[in-house]
């Protein structure tokens, strides 16, 4: 099955599902509403993956409450429909849950062109970028690994491919492994996208021949995908933040 132009094996479709349509799925309520409906506040069982499925983020303020389909009816009309994004049960994607899935996972994101590449672009960055043939045009086992790790695992950190990479050990690497400076038409090219404090928000590297390689997010629908270079800058833009270059040493 294809998602994003990727091949996407029948167990991590099956692991998809279980992200995106859950037989008990969360929801964001009222603090008194949950008191009211005798629910428990229960973080504990978000994972990271139904995290990024329900886009689950800064709930200081509110309870998180685990429902059935039919227990979710006992919810206020407006509080359904006030949650961060739908909900989409087993009964109702039944039939053509594998089709629904891949929507969701393609809406609004770009196919990754890893099959355009020539062999011979491949071939010339080797020894450059180790890990980034590999990589190009797959889906994370998870959520979690992001796109620091994907271009150190590029350059060829054993294993960095399936971290969470925080900024600073990414830093740290681009000290030891990088030069200020670089071309967009030359392969090797660290591309590393600073707010106006100077923190890292987003990395990707050039491979060369008008191409690039990034991991757009850490959520489980996030392929690492090659896109031609002008397209990926201007999907990675962000109000707020500027374009920084360094180049392989």
Known sequence: MLALGIEVPDDLISRWLGWFAPHVQPFVIPLDLADSLDLDDDRNRLTPEVRDTFCL?????????????DDARRLPVSVRRSQPVPHHWPTSIAGRAVETVIKYVEKGRRPSRHGEVAPATWG????????????????????????????????????????????????????EHTAGGGHDDEPGTVLVWRDADGAAQHAAVT???????????????????VLALGDLKYSAR????????????
């Open 124 to 175: 010339a960055i080797a020894s450059m970028l180790p890990g980034a043939r590999r990589l190009a045009g797959t889906f994370p086992r998870r959520s979690g690994p992001n796109c620091f790790g994907t271009v150190m695992a590029a350059c060829g950190v054993e294993g960095a491919e399936d971290m969470w990479m925080l900024r600073e050990p990414f830093e740290d690497w681009l000290a």
């Open 57 to 69: 983020y800064g709930l200081d303020a509110s309870a998180l409450v685990w429902l059935s389909e």
């Open 207 to 225: 491979l060369g021949d008008v191409w690039g390689l990034h991991k757009p997010s850490q959520g489980w629908m996030s392929p690492t995908k």
């Open 238 to 249: 962000a109000r707020g933040q500027r374009l920084h270059r360094r180049h392989l040493r």
